[in-house]
């Protein structure tokens, strides 16, 4: 159900969450991202078998190159040397066998992290969405429904993204960091220590750029969840925008999120940008060092040209694995950032939970008070004060007050979906704070006064409360709700799919088949928010007969727009400022001539 809230907070444009941990704590995001490998640890596994045959066939390239460069020049200097080109064949065929195998090893490991990578964004996602139905209404009252959604897509990609690729790198770098050094330090001591030296400044220089630029990948991340927030608003708003003639207004502010997105990416792109240029220096320095040392012992007899020849291509795999690493920076921090936020949202702690040791409220007889209730959706500001009054099963109350008077509290107060700061609510004598969620929402039905519908067939719809209802129980409910006639007149019946929530169908044909709903449910306790305001009248009166058939024997609350639809009510509670000023029935608030009166006069003249 959707929080009834005229008075609730408002969104923002920015994260209401509650993190449990920091989130910039890199590390700690990297090591909980890590632990979803723990569903595919065979995959990884064998990524790594592969990893390790497609090193060791790569380090072994060099060395066929180096030997047959030294016995070319061996053989040119022999008297009447002539060059082995049987011998260079199969060295040939060796090194077409070794890329060949690289190749199918390196295809092997993008497979297998590929599947796995998309398993673990499943799981994520699936705990996302767990996640958010055990939240509070509060959460989704003041959050951005873009930029809860960028969560699902945005940034669980950029997750998907880095670890398709990120870890293949990791483990591939690592064993070929440890293989290129072993035999590097077995062709030449000397050369390996030189090449070293080089190392502690890529470590530095790494350090200071991925401090220097996390901060702009988590702005940028954020940037684009706003934007994401706004352009579901224009698309749901259009018409609204375009009736009030605020194209220019919503364009330019547009504008500025799109530009903030812009100047916060250009900062994670330049600073981050830096570190690659830096590397292929580094690596070109020790290129240039193992050239001039290598020729220098050559010269003494030390080391072969050939060694010198293997040495150059060792020390370009071992600066590869760094290069690796930087040139996937980018995506790596924003990968960070994207998980922190999604941590952040999985960390969010509910508002309403169930006590340990819950009761299940089961033959709802439906007597509902309200005993002294004060609520404010934030503390110290009430928007109900000093509530008191009871519903006996089977009675009809309307509720009935100007906007912003707390009709629509009482409703969230009553379903909880939020949770009263003094006073208690009980139903058939048993506080609904001591009740299970499920149950208590099980003994509600709701209609509110924006129908939403799923975009799947009205048969659908409207058995969505009770999933096992029969066709035949979907049909009568549509027959109670006045909802079978145009239903049957539709090109596929009950089977018709709905398109965006409902769109396809009229205002009042969408509240008849929440109505529908509603009646298929049969809760011992109903709740009506306005549903016929925005009616035309001839929907207006199918919609009072379908409510009429459905409050039958049933505790009723009806917050009412048009008085002229609670004159039956058996209590009218009239609301102003937070407080029940008059109560009664309609005839009797009539001959009272206070607030009722006025409004119901101000309806009529």
């Not at 702009?216 to 684009?224: R, V």
């Not at 937070?578 to 109560?583: D, H, K, L, N, P």
Request: hydrophobic share 40%; net charge neutral; charged share 20%.
């Amino acid at each position: 159900m959707k929080a009834l809230n005229n008075n609730g907070p408002q969104r923002r444009m920015s994260d209401m969450g509650r993190p449990v941990e920091k989130a910039n704590d890199s590390w700690a995001t990297i090591k909980r991202l890590f632990s979803y490998w723990k569903s595919s640890r065979w995959k990884l596994i064998f990524v790594m078998i592969c990893s390790t045959a497609e090193v060791g066939l790569q380090l072994l390239a060099p060395l066929l190159i180096g030997k047959s460069i030294d016995e070319c020049i061996n053989l040119a200097y022999q008297e009447g040397g002539s060059v082995d080109f049987e011998r260079l064949q199969w060295t040939l065929i060796a090194l077409t066998i070794v890329y060949i195998g690289s190749a199918l090893c390196s295809w092997l490991q993008e497979y297998l992290m590929a599947i796995a990578s998309l398993n673990i964004v499943r799981t994520i996602r699936e705990e996302m969405i767990e996640k958010l139905h055990t939240l509070s209404i509060r959460f989704f009252d003041t959050k951005l429904r873009g930029e809860t959604m960028s969560h699902f897509t945005n940034d669980v990609e950029l997750i998907r993204d880095a670890l398709g690729r990120t870890v293949i790198q990791l483990i591939s770098s690592v064993f070929t960091l440890v293989g290129t050094a072993f035999l590097m330090l077995s062709l030449s001591l000397e050369l390996t220590g030189m090449v070293c030296l080089t190392i502690p400044l890529v470590i530095l220089l790494s350090k200071f750029v991925m401090t220097r630029t996390r901060k702009f990948f988590s702005e940028q991340q954020q940037a684009l969840g706003d934007l994401n927030g706004m352009i579901e608003e224009n698309i749901v708003g259009m018409k609204v925008i375009r009736s009030f003639g605020q194209e220019e207004k919503q364009t330019e502010k547009f504008g500025q999120l799109n530009k903030k997105l812009q100047d916060t990416g250009s900062s994670a792109q330049i600073y981050s940008g830096i570190l690659m240029p830096l590397m292929r220096v580094l690596d070109n320095l020790s290129y240039i060092i193992v050239t001039i040392a290598g020729s220098f012992l050559a010269s003494r007899g030390s080391i072969t040209v050939g060694v010198i020849q293997s040495f150059l291509l060792y020390s370009r795999n071992f600066q590869r694995p760094v290069n690796q690493i930087a040139t996937q920076f980018n995506s790596v921090q924003s990968a960070i950032a994207g998980a922190e936020r999604i941590f952040k949202l999985l960390d969010e702690k509910p508002e309403i939970t169930d006590k340990v040791g819950a009761k299940t409220l089961e033959g709802t007889l439906g007597r509902v008070c309200f005993d002294h209730v004060t609520f404010g959706y934030e503390k110290g500001k009430p928007i109900v004060k000093d509530i008191s009054f009871t519903a006996e099963p089977g009675e009809v109350i309307a509720i009935v007050g100007g906007t912003g008077a707390g009709k629509s509290t009482l409703i969230n107060l009553l379903t909880r979906f939020y949770d009263i700061d003094e006073g208690s609510i009980t139903i058939d004598g048993e506080e609904i704070s001591n009740l299970t969620q499920h149950s208590l929402r099980n003994a509600l039905g709701i209609v509110l006064q924006e129908p939403f519908l799923f975009s799947e067939s009205i048969k659908y719809n409207i058995g969505y409360g009770k999933p096992n209802a029969s066709e035949e129980e979907i049909r009568q409910a549509a027959i109670t709700a006045n909802a079978y006639h145009f239903t049957i007149r539709l090109a596929d019946g009950f089977e018709t799919v709905l398109h965006e929530q409902g769109e396809d169908i009229s205002h009042g044909q969408r509240q008849l088949l929440t109505i529908a709903r509603a009646v298929l449910v049969n809760a011992p306790i109903l709740i009506l928010d306005e549903a016929t305001s925005n009616i035309d009248t001839r929907t207006e009166i199918l919609i009072q007969k379908a409510i009429a058939n459905l409050t039958q024997g049933k505790t009723c609350f009806i917050i009412a727009h048009r008085l002229s639809t609670i004159k039956n009510a058996d209590k009218i509670l009239v609301m102003e400022n937070g407080r029940i000023v008059e109560s009664g029935k309609h005839e009797e608030l009539i001959q009272k001539g206070g607030v009722y009166e006025k409004i119901y006069s101000s309806q009529f003249e």
